[in-house]
T-cell receptor
């Protein structure tokens, strides 16, 4: 079994500034880790995944995440936020049964 | 290539009524899942299937049943709807375990 904690329920950034979304997980084994994005009234779209290869994972739309086993973390970053990044972001961990965090809502100020 | 589709998109039920949500995928995936999404709780797994003819309980299975008679379809049933089942329901599929899951657009269900 595993659990996921997203440390911020809401993050607000200015357009063009970096975004950091924090995710910690706990698991009795080495799970796969995922970040998904959900725009209003839409389904979830995969941003990136970690499955025991490189610890720095690059995803779509300029996002990347770093896996740190010692800290059981999988934080998501983007160097420069765009207005279109306003959405809800979910971190998930598991093998075929995923556990999701509660989500982080990102707002981007012009 | 439609990916994962869900029918219906919206539904309003009265307490005690029944309904079936249909999920279909055209990616030949083995694994399929039903989740519910509630504010502040992320997604919680209701039931899942690791292949045609198989189903298993997830984290919150009470009040729901599922069937996977065909590989491409995964049905979620509510036999006697309750207001606590008001939620947004998402179906997902994956090629196998530890692979990414692809999500449908969701079904918004309200039980009054």
């Amino acid at each position: 079994a595993q659990s996921v904690t997203q440390l911020d329920s809401h993050v607000s950034v200015s357009e063009g500034t970096p975004v950091l979304l924090r995710c910690n997980y706990s698991s009795s084994y080495s799970p796969s880790l995922f970040w998904y994005v959900q725009h209003p009234n839409k389904g979830l779209q995969l941003l990136l995944k970690y499955t025991s290869a490189a610890t720095l994972v690059k995803g779509i739309n300029g996002f990347e995440a770093e896996f740190k086993k010692s800290e059981t973390s999988f934080h998501l970053t983007k160097p420069s936020a765009h207005m279109s990044d306003a959405a809800e972001y979910f971190c998930a961990a598991g093998d075929y049964k995923l556990s999701f965090g509660a989500g982080t809502t990102v707002t981007v100020r012009a | 290539n439609a990916g994962v589709t869900q029918t219906p998109k919206f539904r309003v039920l009265k307490t005690g009524q029944s309904m079936t949500l249909l999920c279909a995928q055209d990616m030949n995936h083995e694994y399929m899942y039903w989740y519910r999404q509630d504010p502040g709780m992320g997604l919680r797994l209701i039931h899942y299937s690791v292949g045609e003819g198989t189903t298993a309980k997830g984290e919150v299975p009470d009040g729901y049943n599922v069937s996977r008679l065909k590989k491409q379809n995964f049905l979620l049933g509510l036999e006697s709807a309750a207001p606590s089942q008001t939620s947004v329901y998402f179906c997902a599929s994956s090629y196998a375990g530890r692979y990414e899951q692809y999500f449908g657009p969701g079904t918004r269900l309200t039980v009054t």
